[in-house]
């Protein structure tokens, strides 16, 4: 029994609940495990030749790593909220490349399992659940970031099939994906589309090369005349970013948030560790009080962000309405503890902070993305107090 | 024990500061409807009254009012008790 069934009124009715269930703890033991074998001690190297290995794609797909939050009677693992989270952060921690596979194609999985029609559902969702298909999202463009509902990429129906025109660009995974989350003006409104890799008319080129997540296999998509079955569409007409790609988000900036608590925390130890083996001035680094104080800051940073979404995660277990803003709440602030703590990690570390020859570097240039993807610190600035926050 | 309308105004009224919201108004002209709203709003009817939202049910009019919105709930209960 979870903790959550066993005492409902303390773990989840005020949204906070301190404590792991013994499950959780083992489950973040097996996934931390994983992460520093097999991930952490090759990230450098796939952060340098801009591509994580196909055989990791494999073992992620082998571990059930994919689409693990999909519902165990739409074929997932039906995996809680607080350890995707748990999931998410240990990936995030040691390869936030690795942990940007898990995003965009769990993305792409809920926004199926939720607004796809019974025949797509029918023949993507177990292969997708199972991780033998891959899915990406392609909602930006080269001229719209944003301003998403504004996307120029085009879609008419045409007889039984959409034709779509338009550029894609910046798709995380998207040189490898089978499928495509895709958002285009269908008679001026914008409406969700799905976009196999192999669909006629569309093209993919390696995307330029990115400060973070570099090793995350990014694409740009050239849809010119590209058709695609009547019933690849997603939710209705108009509805495709408000309903579909927004339920798809909220995913993301969940899996977001917990990934930047994974690099604020990676940061975190580096800088323990290196503060306390350098010595400078007869004394070692963490002895000087200028290092405490950044220390402490790095802590209290990464511990809040990880409370903030260890709160939007008791609050997605428990279907409340408020956690899609508890979850725009948890990835703006931890983003920004991310960006925080990178930087402080590189400083800590000096020269030797700005070289290959530690993470921290990576750290901070993947921390930078954070706060760009998935809505923006300053997009997040904007829609957060429109709604009055619920208290709990 | 609270009637439907009244959890909606009371889910509603949380967006909606310092304004009382009347049964057939239309909130989407109240010009606070953002995307942030509408996917709370899913999430609520779904919870609050055990129904699930459907493609077919994305349509702004059954959002637009409170009447609406209970209407819509109405439908969809119907449906499942007839299922
Ligand atoms: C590594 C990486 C991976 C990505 N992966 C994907 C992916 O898988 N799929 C996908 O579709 N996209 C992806 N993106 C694109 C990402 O979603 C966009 O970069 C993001 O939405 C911002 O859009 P933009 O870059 O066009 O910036 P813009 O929207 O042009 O914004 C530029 C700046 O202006 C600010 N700004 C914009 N509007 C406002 C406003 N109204 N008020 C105040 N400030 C504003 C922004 O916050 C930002 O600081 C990825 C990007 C990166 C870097």
Not at chain 1, 353 to 366: E, I, K, Q, S, W
Request: with cysteine; aromatic share 8%; net charge negative.
């Amino acid at each position: 029994m979870s903790v959550l069934e066993a005492t409902p009124a303390a773990a989840g009715v005020e949204g906070i609940c301190l404590g792991l269930t013994e499950e959780q703890r083992k489950s973040r033991a097996e996934f931390r495990a994983f992460a520093e074998s097999e991930v952490a001690p090759y990230a450098g190297q796939w952060d340098r030749d801009a591509r994580v290995p196909d055989e990791l794609l494999e073992e992620l797909k082998n571990r059930g790593y994919l689409a693990a939050p999909l519902a165990q009677e739409q074929g997932g693992r039906g995996m809680d909220a607080v350890t995707y989270g748990l999931l998410t952060a240990e990936l995030g921690r040691a390869c936030s490349s690795t942990r940007s596979l898990l995003t965009v194609h769990d993305m792409a999985v809920v926004a199926l399992a939720r607004w796809g029609k019974p025949p797509l559902k029918e023949r993507y969702l177990p292969a997708m659940a199972e991780g033998s298909l891959l899915g990406a999202v392609a909602l930006s463009e080269p001229n719209i970031g944003s301003a998403a509902t504004q996307v120029e990429t085009t879609a008419r129906k045409v007889g039984e099939e959409y034709v779509l025109d338009g550029e894609k660009c910046w798709i995380t995974f998207g040189q490898v994906a089978d499928v495509f989350l895709l958002l285009a003006q269908l008679e001026g409104k914008p409406t969700a589309f799905w976009v196999p890799a192999d669909a006629p008319g569309l093209k993919r080129y390696d995307n330029d090369l990115v400060m973070g997540t570099r090793a995350a296999r990014l694409a740009r998509l050239e849809l010119s005349d590209c058709r695609i079955p009547g019933d690849h569409i997603l939710g209705r007409q108009g509805f495709g970013f408000t309903y579909v790609l927004n339920y798809a988000l909220d995913l993301g900036r969940y899996s977001v948030a917990w990934g930047s608590v994974g690099i604020a925390e990676a940061c975190l130890e580096a800088s323990l560790d290196y503060t306390s083996q350098r010595m400078q001035g007869g004394a070692l680094l963490c002895e000087h009080q200028l290092v405490q104080r950044r220390l402490t800051d790095m802590i209290a940073d990464s511990r809040a962000a990880r409370l903030l979404c260890y709160r939007a995660g008791y609050l997605r277990q428990l279907g409340e309405p408020a956690a899609v803003q508890e979850t725009k709440i948890a990835k703006y602030f931890a983003s920004r503890a991310a960006n925080r703590c990178a930087n402080s990690a590189v400083q800590l570390h000096g020269a030797n902070g700005t070289t290959d020859n530690y993470p921290v570097a990576r750290y901070l240039r993947d921390a930078k993305v954070m706060e760009i993807i998935e809505g923006s610190t300053e997009i997040q600035q904007i829609i957060i107090p429109r709604v009055r926050p619920e208290e709990f | 024990m609270a009637t439907k309308k009244e959890k909606i105004k009371e889910f509603l009224a949380k967006f909606f500061r310092n304004h009382v919201l009347a049964d057939d108004e239309d909130i989407f002209a109240l010009g606070f409807v953002n995307s942030l709203l509408a996917m709370q709003l899913v999430g609520f009817v779904e919870k609050e009254f055990g129904i699930t939202i459907e493609d077919d049910d994305l349509d702004f009019e059954n959002f637009r009012t409170v009447n609406n919105i209970e209407a819509l709930v109405g439908r969809k209960e119907a449906a499942r008790v007839s299922a």
